[in-house]
């Protein structure tokens, strides 16, 4: 039904549509491309797009389509490896807040996830791939720990919303134990809401990670991460202007893609906006 419902709206199936091919490349880009991405051929340099290739070349002769292409595998494995951060620590640590009584340790998380909220997103991941160092994979981490807050505001508020309506409290009320009520009764209803929350949790992940390697505390050279190629071909705009064009168009359309389906879940889900 969810399925259904939400092919029926065409800006999100043309989301989905973007987003599934972003999956394709990103499974199967190191397989396409036309040309080794590490290989570098100075005689090249600066290429133009032309029918060897198409999306011209960069400073170091390297084609550009072959590291777009091995690029969206990259992202992809940076953002599901956040989110799986986040969504498991975040969401547990939610329903811990939202399900339990109040008490010291629900107090203590409350406390401690409200000061992590007082940082913007990308400051908060930025601050931490500071502390643990510049790599990918501290990257992944910092990501991932970042979107710890808002998962536990989410989760909390949600699940506390949901265990004071009637149908929990008749679940209650006939003996049924927490965990039952928790894992029949209150997560499936709370799982769309998880949905499209994630959905655009994983636009700003990708964000988050071109801002990371566009300021060199990111993915690190050679690996051909999309805000890295934005950073180094933006160190040579002078020259070659056109270097900036295909790896920001690349994330424009991934994060446009989430975005819309998003948006069209949202809609789907909450009667008001139908």
Not at 114 to 134: E, N, R
Request: glycine content about 8%.
């Amino acid at each position: 039904m969810l399925i259904k419902g939400f092919l029926k709206r065409k800006i999100s199936l043309v989301g989905l549509l973007i987003f599934l091919f972003f999956i394709f490349c990103g499974v199967f880009g190191s397989y396409l491309t036309p040309y080794d991405p590490y290989k570098t051929k100075f005689s090249n340099r600066y290429e133009l797009p032309n029918n060897k290739n198409l999306f011209g070349t960069d400073w170091a002769g390297r084609d550009v389509l072959s590291r777009v292409l091995v690029g969206a595998g990259i992202t992809l494995k940076i953002s599901i490896l956040a989110l799986c951060i986040g969504s498991v620590i975040g969401g547990i640590l939610g329903i811990i807040v939202g399900f339990m009584k109040n008490g010291l340790l629900k107090m203590l998380i409350i406390q401690f996830n409200d000061i992590l909220l007082t940082f913007p997103f990308l400051v908060l991941a930025i601050l931490i791939t500071a502390l643990l160092g510049s790599s990918l994979n501290n990257a992944i981490i910092a990501i991932g720990i970042s979107r710890i807050p808002r998962y536990v505001r989410i989760f909390s508020v949600v699940v506390n919303s949901e265990k004071n309506k009637n149908y929990v409290i008749s679940a209650i009320s006939i003996g049924a134990s927490n965990m039952r009520i928790l894992f029949y009764h209150i997560l499936p209803n709370i799982l769309p809401i998880f949905l499209v929350n994630t959905v655009l949790f994983f636009a700003l992940t990708i964000i988050a990670e071109a801002t990371l390697s566009f300021i060199g505390i990111g993915a690190q050279p050679p690996l051909p991460s999309w805000g890295l190629m934005i950073r180094q071909a933006s160190e040579n705009m002078l020259v070659y202007p056109f270097g900036v064009i295909p790896p920001s168009i690349a994330i424009l359309l991934v994060v446009l893609s989430a975005n819309l389906m998003s948006d069209g879940l949202r809609e789907f889900m909450d009667p008001k906006l139908r």
